[in-house]
């Protein structure tokens, strides 16, 4: 606990000048957090895992877990229970789903030869998961290892995405399916081309000076058409 304690401490620090609220102790060491982050209490997130700017992890009633190597854009919302990238284990050609064909651990407890272990880890462990900007994960969905999830989408509440979801889809359902849209399929085409002149690519002070712009959807498609 004492090195979580410091670790936690040091990640404020850290990221003091970002101005990010971290308020949980079970953050890997190697997290990159962009500026105005959130990350709440009850939030796991482990190793290799990159959020941006303005997204934030809400973890203050539910344990919200972020999975390794995974990579979240900007002014993304992840509601409480959200599990991001559990690995999967091995289930071809193998007689057992059981970790002790690639486990360590078992092997120095039940005292076997660990150099017999064939399997190096989870079947997908460094396989990286995907999740755009301006993303907003419903409460307690859970999204697979290994996929990528487009720029302004929304997952609804405790769906299961599996595959690689478009940009700005609303998904839903076991296993999670496209059930609409954010904007037309022309808007979409607009933004979808012109993505750097998206707000989450905008300047602090820009983004300031146009926020209004944010409350109006045909104003914002048509400035970012120019």
């Given at each position: ?17 970002g101005k ?169 085409k607009i ?13 602090k002070d ?21």
């Amino acid at each position: 606990m004492i090195r979580k304690v410091i670790l936690h401490v040091l990640l404020k620090l850290k990221y003091r000048k970002g101005k990010c609220r971290l308020l949980s102790y079970n953050v890997a060491k190697d997290v990159q957090l962009g500026y105005c982050c959130t990350i709440g209490k009850k939030a796991y997130i482990d190793r290799n895992v990159k959020i941006g700017n303005c997204s934030y992890v809400n973890a203050t009633q539910l344990e919200t877990i972020l999975e390794s190597n995974t990579v979240i854009g900007d002014f993304c919302s992840i509601a409480p229970g959200v599990v991001i990238g559990m690995g999967n284990h091995h289930i071809d050609n193998v007689v057992t789903t059981h970790p002790i064909l690639f486990d360590k651990y078992y092997s120095n407890v039940m005292g076997m030869d660990e150099n017999k272990i064939k399997l190096d880890g989870l079947k997908d462990k460094s396989e990286i998961t995907k999740i755009g900007s301006d993303v907003w994960l419903g409460a307690r969905a859970n999204i697979k290892r290994g996929i990528s999830i487009g720029n302004g989408v929304v997952v609804a509440a405790y769906a299961v995405v599996t595959k690689d979801v478009p940009d700005y889809a609303i998904v839903a359902g076991i296993p999670a399916k496209v059930i609409g849209y954010r904007f037309t399929e022309e808007q979409r085409k607009i933004l979808m081309i012109n993505e750097s002149k998206c707000f989450w690519n905008w300047e602090k002070d820009f983004l300031k000076k146009n926020m209004d712009m944010l409350y109006d959807a045909e104003r914002y498609v048509s400035f970012v058409s120019k």
